[in-house]
């Protein structure tokens, strides 16, 4: 049994402090993308949170970036920040009618993220579940939900995103509770501790034992050592592993996902 593909990488690749310090002195801000995706594996991206883009735009993307790198695209902040989710119908058909498709191959998951303040409602976020289309224009979709607030730390939450095959985002975040537990057929791991005391963020020791996870989850495992809702795991099967280093210390960013990228090769 094959072991799925891990794909390490940062959000977005526009941030001024990484001009001298991750891109070369000089570096043409145009050319950001490219030199990012030849450093990473995937990448993020941020700004679809906010607002909406032409297909050119995403076309474009596709072209800047070498064979095999994703891009997952957080979904428009109209699906997630309201107050009955089972009310967002058409933010989500035009959040995935807006082009998404122009990627093509590197199209990544499609990360559902939600405030600190949204509670769990069974009701509620069931029918949300049932809103994430599997396909558009023919082309299969992953989706991933990344929750922050204490009450989804139950079972019925679990068992409905299992259901759907919908990825629950383990986020290693001082300020959110995480949820450890697989339930789509990959995984979508956000590292929100970096420090920038380390050169990459994390230490070493962090780093291997990130990478150790990496490896268990792409291999269909459970990493041990974090926190799982249901004791119960899923059967081993094998699993693209997605990790991005999107934490305080921005800066270090880079520098951590090259370094873990190094760690799983």
Not at 46 to 67: E, I, M, R
Not at 95 to 102: A, C, H, L, S
């Amino acid at each position: 049994m094959s072991n799925g593909t891990i794909r390490v990488g940062i959000g977005g690749w526009t941030y001024e402090p990484w001009r001298g310090t991750f891109f070369p002195p000089k570096w043409p801000a145009k050319r950001e993308l490219e030199y990012a995706a030849g450093k990473m594996t995937a990448i993020e991206v941020n700004g679809t949170y906010y607002s909406g883009f032409k297909p050119a735009t995403f076309a474009n993307w596709a072209k800047a970036v070498p064979d095999g790198f994703v891009f997952t695209l957080k979904a428009s902040r109209f699906c997630t920040n309201r107050k009955v989710l089972a009310e967002a119908a058409e933010s989500v058909g035009r959040f995935v009618g807006q082009g998404i498709v122009e990627l093509g191959d590197r199209l990544g998951p499609i990360l559902w993220q939600f405030m600190a303040t949204k509670k769990f409602d069974a009701e509620d976020f069931g029918a949300f579940l049932k809103l994430l289309p599997a396909a558009h224009e023919g082309m299969a979709l992953r989706h991933a939900v990344q929750v922050r607030h204490d009450s989804f730390a139950d079972p019925a939450f679990i068992a409905m995103c299992r259901a759907a095959g919908v990825a629950i985002v383990y986020a290693d975040s001082a300020d959110y509770p995480a949820i450890a537990d697989v339930t789509g057929d990959f995984t979508y791991a956000r590292l929100e501790n970096g420090v920038e005391e380390e050169p990459a963020g994390y230490s070493p020791a962090e780093l291997d034992r990130w990478a150790a996870a990496a490896r268990d989850w792409a291999a269909g495992g459970a990493p041990e050592g974090l926190p799982y809702v249901e004791a119960a795991k899923p059967a081993p099967a094998p699993r693209d592993a997605f990790v991005f280093f999107i934490n305080g210390a921005k800066v270090r960013a880079p520098h951590g996902a090259m370094a873990l990228i190094e760690r799983v090769r």
